[in-house]
């Protein structure tokens, strides 16, 4: 037995962002280059992925053909797709255009609440109710992803009662379940695994996903703690690209290929081909017209076959 005995699941469910949090901050793609980066991804094998964002075209205008790219979603199969939605409105939208599984954001700082939806935390929490009707009627589900969850870029540190009040608003109010998300890159490991168990205690058996962003180059550590906290549900990026347009200095998600890296080699399953990764960045890269900010995407994968990560049997991890 090693004197470092690291405890992870046997596997990890990734939600690909880069068709929404990665393109939002973009200048505008045509339909054509976002249909074949969305091919590229559903080539991974990932098993989710948010595809758009149903919100003001004049508020995001990268994401502003969200109805003709829901269109265009039934040529993939296999495939769970779900869109984020700012209000009630959105929601009503993303249903019409055959999306019923929503994230709703909440900020838990009313400084960014106002920035990014218009109102102060309160009055984005009240809406929780009205939008996880739609998308039950619809049959679907909702998700609601606190940001700011850790730090605000105009109030400070987010205390941890504040975000543990949103989270437990938000089940009360209907929500099926939470993300916490670190909107600017700020938080560290062990700040992540206070507020992971704060909310658990208030909110038990919600499933509890995150969402990281890499700006300080903590992400990948904040999602190991996650990980071996007992978090199964994370979201990533292809390349890294994305950050929020409401909040100074939030670039960067943690990559979708660097997250499957090191899962895949610590034997924890996640479904997705790391060379089609790296190939669907490849893809992504040519689309914005810029290198993406993947260390991975651009030094690749180690030298074993094909390329690909061979991942470290359970046995030999344990001595």
């Not at 003001?56 to 495939?79: I, M, Q, T, Y």
């Not at 019409?96 to 009313?110: N, R």
């Not at 695994?193 to 909310?199: G, I, M, N, P």
């Not at 499933?207 to 990533?236: E, I, K, S, Y």
Request: proline letters at 6%; hydrophobic letters at 45%; aromatic letters at 4%.
């Amino acid at each position: 037995m090693n004197d470092f005995d690291l405890v992870l699941p046997t596997a990890v469910d990734v939600r690909e962002v880069g068709m929404r949090d990665g393109l939002q901050l973009e200048d505008p793609l045509p339909l054509t280059d976002k249909l074949a980066m969305l091919e590229s991804l559903v080539a991974t094998g990932v098993r989710r992925i948010e595809v758009t964002s149903f919100v003001s075209p004049k508020a995001v205008p990268a994401l502003a053909d969200a109805d003709r790219l829901a269109a265009e979603l039934h040529r993939f199969d296999g495939v769970h797709f779900s869109a984020l939605v700012a209000n009630a409105r959105g929601a009503v939208r993303a249903v019409d255009a055959g999306i019923a599984d929503l994230e709703y954001v909440v900020s838990a700082s009313d400084s960014h609440s106002q920035a990014n939806a218009g109102r102060p935390t309160a009055a984005a929490v009240a809406a929780v109710g009205e939008i996880a009707g739609l998308a039950h009627g619809a049959g679907g589900s909702l998700e609601v992803v606190i940001a700011t969850a850790w730090d605000c870029p105009f109030d400070g540190r987010t205390p941890v009662a504040r975000t543990v009040d949103v989270a437990r608003a938000a089940v009360t109010a209907g929500a099926d379940a939470l993300c916490l998300g670190d909107t600017i890159g700020t938080t560290t490991p062990l700040r992540v695994v206070q507020l992971l168990d704060a909310v658990r205690r208030a909110c038990p058996g919600t499933p509890l996903g995150v969402h990281f962003h890499d700006t300080r180059g903590t992400g990948q550590a904040n999602a190991l703690v996650a990980v071996q906290a007992g978090v199964t549900q994370l979201d990533a990026s292809v390349g890294g690209l994305g950050g929020c347009p409401f909040a100074p200095g939030a670039s960067g998600n943690i990559a979708t290929e660097e997250l499957v890296y090191w899962l895949t080699d610590a034997g924890v399953a996640t479904g997705i081909d790391l060379d089609a990764v790296l190939a669907a960045a490849a893809v992504t890269e040519k689309a914005v017209g810029r290198p993406l900010p993947s260390s991975l995407a651009r030094a690749g994968g180690r030298n074993a076959p094909r390329g690909a990560v061979q991942p470290v049997p359970r046995d030999e991890m344990a001595g």
